[in-house]
């Protein structure tokens, strides 16, 4: 894993992929870019659409974000940050519907966006409220979202609530905090916060 080079902004999505990075304990690269350099040709040869992040693996290219957490969790499996082929239902579940529709449930939320009672039948979150109540379900029911034990779903899932809860973006409930207090004490968590909150002062 010595071929990683991890291209970021200290205040974007990067951070949830800087947290995995950390989490499997290999060294890497790392490229920080200001959203201005992203526009510019040399990294939309990399990503096209000029998004962070985006990692390069002995030649392969891997974005988004969720995308990553899976990637590195499969590539070490010696982090232990996968379950098991036959354990991985919620893991997979939590990982894709926290990338899809929970991401873009949100997304509409903050730009204003509310689907109506005919429009709700093709949106895959449905509705807001009825999403947050899935999600606070979730969170109640086992100490990490694919059941007792932490993994790379967590990460995707738990930084996305960590920040939407933070930022306003999603209300808080009690299980949200319960379950963020078990994530935000991880030494990786800690190790990733204070790197980019160190870049973020800096102003990249």
């Given at each position: 894993?010595?071929?990683?080079?991890?291209?970021?902004?200290?205040?974007?999505?990067?951070?949830?992929?800087?947290?995995?990075?950390?989490?499997?304990?290999?060294?890497?690269?790392?490229?920080?870019?200001?959203?201005e350099e992203m526009e510019r040709p040399g990294y939309r040869m990399i990503n096209p659409i000029g998004k962070v992040p985006a990692l390069t693996h002995e030649g392969k290219l891997i974005t988004e974000t969720a995308a990553i957490?899976?990637?590195?969790?499969?590539?070490?499996?010696?982090?232990?940050?996968?379950?098991?082929?036959?354990?991985?239902?919620?893991?997979?579940?939590?990982?894709?519907?926290?990338?899809?529709?929970?991401?873009?449930?949100?997304?509409?939320?903050?730009?204003?966006?509310?689907?109506?009672?005919?429009?709700?039948?093709?949106?895959?979150?449905?509705?807001?409220?009825?999403?947050?109540?899935?999600?606070?379900?979730?969170?109640?029911?086992?100490?990490?979202?694919?059941?007792?034990?932490?993994?790379?779903?967590?990460?995707?899932?738990?930084?996305?609530?960590?920040?939407?809860?933070?930022?306003?973006?999603?209300?808080?409930?009690?299980?949200?905090?319960?379950?963020?207090?078990?994530?935000?004490?991880?030494?990786?968590?800690?190790?990733?916060?204070?790197?980019?909150?160190?870049?973020?002062?800096?102003?990249?």
């Open positions: 894993m010595s071929d990683l080079i991890f291209y970021t902004n200290p205040v974007s999505r990067g951070r949830v992929a800087r947290w995995m990075l950390e989490e499997i304990g290999h060294p890497y690269e790392t490229v920080v870019l200001t959203f957490c899976a990637y590195l969790a499969d590539a070490c499996p010696e982090a232990g940050l996968a379950p098991k082929v036959r354990e991985r239902a919620n893991y997979y579940r939590w990982l894709f519907f926290m990338a899809g529709p929970g991401e873009a449930a949100v997304v509409d939320k903050l730009m204003g966006v509310a689907p109506s009672a005919e429009q709700r039948r093709f949106v895959g979150y449905g509705n807001f409220d009825a999403m947050m109540m899935m999600l606070e379900v979730a969170t109640t029911k086992h100490p990490y979202i694919a059941g007792d034990r932490f993994t790379a779903a967590d990460v995707y899932f738990g930084g996305q609530l960590i920040f939407g809860t933070e930022h306003g973006s999603m209300p808080e409930r009690p299980s949200f905090a319960a379950y963020k207090e078990r994530l935000v004490a991880r030494p990786a968590y800690l190790r990733a916060k204070s790197i980019d909150d160190a870049l973020a002062v800096d102003g990249r």
